[in-house]
């Protein structure tokens, strides 16, 4: 049989990257529901079962993964540090930035803040805009105590996109025994993470500055970034047995919820953290070529909490059935999502002449 030419266009990345972005929604707001509003009854039941479902593939780690495989391609196609740069922060800050005043809009007219809060608030505003995540603490009671509880991977996304700026060159020059001890490295953190967050060996303030580095989450952005690098051998052998893979995936991912194992690592076990990158990227490209014309991922990352916010602190879930709620839901971070790319981040782009092309799954 003739071997298929890889093309690095050809993928449904961006369909991946949608699931991720929803997964993230929709999980944040079933655990959030299901802890502080439980009805019980089938709806509750129903919900359950679906959150169990979508926690079979965490976003957060898709996201991770396929970040560090656009920007493996995303070094090889910039013209130097700075250019790279320019791209990331086009993609990231303004609609960041527009999210930032979207919230603080929304607790102003809430909780209608006095003049210390208010200072507090621009305080806020400020830090939050530079990716520093925290609440001001006038806010912690307000709707999940949490003014967006997504917004710290940002700067975590930061971190690593200067410790490629860092290591150009050396990166670009690694051979096969680098990238093998990269991934090692990154893999021994999220378990040493893992094993400090477990065993309580570290003071709590500690832990939690910890979790706010890259150090715990860079395994799932090197897997990404090592399959870039191997690309061209790795994925079109991996690409012809993607139904076993999944397969194998989903029943170790059912196995594991079913009989509580408990396999070492941070945030996900450490077989979940190698093989769901594989996995997703395998299917990006065994799947073909799946584009789409508007990203709503980034907008529903960012608004689905303040959305949350809104919906716990009016108590909707004592008020609707849970089903039409959640859909009412599901529907409002899409449309958010929707807003976020037409009314920021593409005009955004397009001023700037810089269309990012490479988080848009490699469209020019």
């Known amino acids: 049989m003739k071997e298929r030419r890889f093309s690095f266009e050809n993928n449904s990345l961006d369909a991946i990257r949608l699931f991720a972005a929803i997964q993230i929604a929709a999980t944040h707001y079933l655990n959030l529901q299901l802890l502080h509003f439980p009805a019980g009854g089938w709806q509750d039941g129903l919900l359950l079962s679906a959150k169990r479902a979508l926690t079979l593939f965490p976003g957060l780690i898709l996201l991770f993964s396929i970040s560090g495989f656009l920007m493996g391609a995303s070094m090889e196609r910039s013209k130097g540090r700075l250019e790279f740069l320019k791209k990331r922060v086009l993609r990231i800050y303004p609609g960041l930035w527009a999210a930032i005043l979207a919230m603080a809009a929304l607790a102003v007219l809430i909780v209608r803040p006095g003049g210390e809060e208010l200072r507090s608030l621009g305080i806020w505003m400020v830090v939050q805009g530079l990716g520093l995540a925290y609440t001001p603490g006038f806010l912690q009671d307000f709707g999940t105590g ?98 076993p893979l999944l397969a194998l995936y989903a029943l170790y991912k059912g196995s594991w919820q079913a009989f509580g194992w408990n396999v070492p690592g941070y945030y996900a076990d450490f077989v979940t953290s190698l093989a769901l990158p594989c996995l997703a990227i395998v299917l990006a490209y065994a799947w073909g070529k799946h584009r789409f014309r508007q990203d709503l991922s980034y907008g529903i990352f960012l608004y689905h909490w303040p959305l949350i916010n809104l919906i716990f602190a009016w108590r909707l879930p004592e008020r609707w059935d849970h089903i039409p709620l959640f859909l009412g839901y599901a529907a409002a971070f899409l449309l958010l999502g929707g807003a976020s790319w037409f009314l920021v981040e593409r005009p955004a782009f397009e001023r700037a002449k810089a269309l990012p092309a490479l988080w848009n799954g490699g469209k020019k």
């Open 146 to 243: 949490s003014m967006n509880g997504t917004l710290w991977t940002i700067m975590v996304e930061m971190q690593l996109y200067l410790l490629l700026v860092l290591f150009w060159k050396r990166i670009g020059r690694m051979k096969e025994a680098g990238w093998g001890c990269l991934l090692a490295l990154a893999l021994a953190a999220n378990l040493a993470c893992g094993w400090a967050e477990r065993e309580g060996r570290i003071p709590a303030g500690a832990l939690s500055l910890l979790s706010r580095t890259f150090l715990p989450y860079a395994v799932w952005f090197a897997a990404g970034l090592c399959l870039y690098r191997f690309r061209e051998t790795v994925l079109p052998a991996l690409e012809r047995g993607w139904v």
